[in-house]
């Protein structure tokens, strides 16, 4: 995958509340362009693989149960300076502590349910791209 690309995943609180539509559109209107998305719900040992950096977290177990509790939309997202310009639209991981105008301000419930995933790195950016879609899946 180009490292101007990152990968997102909307989270289950997102899609419960109802804010599927609306993250998509502040993702495209922040100049991101769609190449791969699905929605789908991830199974436990997906989602302990995906979060297995975090395994020896004390959140850990909260972590794979609420990302499994329900659907999610997974996408990979291109945009010149995609990695760092999408954790800036999402905003700290906290939304208590997410500035004005992010979406994790805007629709994040707490810390733990904080409604959208961020590629941190190029690298990692591409390690969940191909972890979610197969070749034929991305455009
Ligand atoms: P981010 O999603 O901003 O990259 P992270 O990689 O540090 O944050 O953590 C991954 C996810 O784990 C995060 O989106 C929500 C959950 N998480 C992190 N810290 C937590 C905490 N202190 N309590 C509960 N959940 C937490
Ligand atoms: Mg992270």
């Known amino acids: 995958m180009a490292t101007n690309r990152t990968f997102t995943m909307l989270k289950p609180d997102a899609i419960e509340n109802g804010h599927m539509g609306k993250i998509i559109d502040m993702i495209i209107n922040a100049g991101f362009s769609i ?66 105008g992010t979406i994790r301000k805007a629709y994040a419930e707490s810390k733990g349910r904080n409604a959208v995933h961020g590629s941190d790195s190029d690298e990692n950016a591409a390690i969940e791209g191909v972890f979610h879609f197969a070749a034929n899946e991305i455009f």
């Open 35 to 100: 190449k791969a998305m699905k929605y789908t719900q991830l199974s436990e040992a997906q989602a302990k693989e995906f979060y297995a950096v975090h395994a020896e977290r004390p959140f850990y177990g909260e972590l794979v149960e609420y990302m499994t509790s329900g659907p999610i939309v997974a996408a990979i997202l291109e945009k010149e300076n995609a990695v760092a310009d999408f954790r800036a639209l999402i905003g700290a991981t906290d939304p208590a502590e997410a500035a004005d």
